[in-house]
């Protein structure tokens, strides 16, 4: 997957730190209580958070990440990756394209990719891209996702004919994450169940030890 000179993407839940979810709580804060629970990697996620305070917030949740040995990757924003020293960048179909990214961040940087199958897969890794983001794998409220449910079977199916180490990402929580775990994902995003549970940090470690069960789970896909 990782090429030496880029950071490997930690497996496991991929927690996201985001401004969109329970917004009375600052960026630094949520950053903080993922990275308590033991989230060994961080997506900042910043859809109102206007410029120069997400320049700032950038800068301190990399700070944080990093001090606490975690990966922080940036959504959409390439500029305030490269700005905020921040690992890497995940583009969706509304963003700068893969080749873009990989062109300003360099080899030393982690891309992933937003694609709905493995033909999506595929193309991202021509782009450059180091994993995907595949979702909705269950429903999800927390942002409107042009693209059908996958439902873990049809997740699964990607997750076994991509070539490029699979993220699962909408509706993921407690109670399915070792469903994604066992479906063979590097990689399973959580949103709400993280941010909007009363103890974060005592979810994420409930989140990270569920991901680990379920990698022993069952394989839900036969092999090709
Ligand atoms: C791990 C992961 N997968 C998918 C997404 C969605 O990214 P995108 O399609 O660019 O949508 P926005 O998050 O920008 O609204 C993601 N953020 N992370
Ligand atoms: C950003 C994004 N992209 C696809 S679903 C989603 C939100 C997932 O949020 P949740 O984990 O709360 O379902
Ligand atoms: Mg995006």
Known sequence: M????????????????????????????????????????IQLRMKHTPPREALAAAREVVAACHKA??????????????????????????DLPPEAA?????P???VGVTVRNAA?????????????????VFGTTTKQVPAPVLG????????????LPVVGIGGV???NIGQV???????????SDALLAEDIAERVRRLLAAFDSGVNGASLVSAP
């Open 2 to 41: 990782n090429l030496p000179d880029r950071p490997p993407l930690p497996r496991g839940p991929y927690l996201l730190c985001d401004d969109t979810v329970r917004p009375e709580l600052p960026l630094a804060e949520k950053a903080a209580r993922l990275l308590a629970g033991g989230a060994r990697v």
């Open 120 to 136: 999506g897969a595929r193309a991202a890794k021509e782009a450059g891209a180091d994993y995907v983001g595949v979702g909705p």
């Open 152 to 163: 873990v079977e049809g997740f699964a199916v990607v997750v076994r004919d991509s070539p």
């Open 108 to 110: 030393r940087k982690v």
């Open 181 to 191: 775990a066992a479906a063979g994902a590097h990689g399973a995003a959580v949103v």
């Open 102 to 106: 990989r062109e300003l961040l360099g």
């Open 173 to 175: 929580g407690l109670a």
């Open 69 to 94: 040995g975690a990966v922080c990757l940036l959504n959409d924003r390439v500029d305030l990756a490269l700005l905020a020293g921040a690992d890497g960048v995940h583009v969706g179909d509304e």
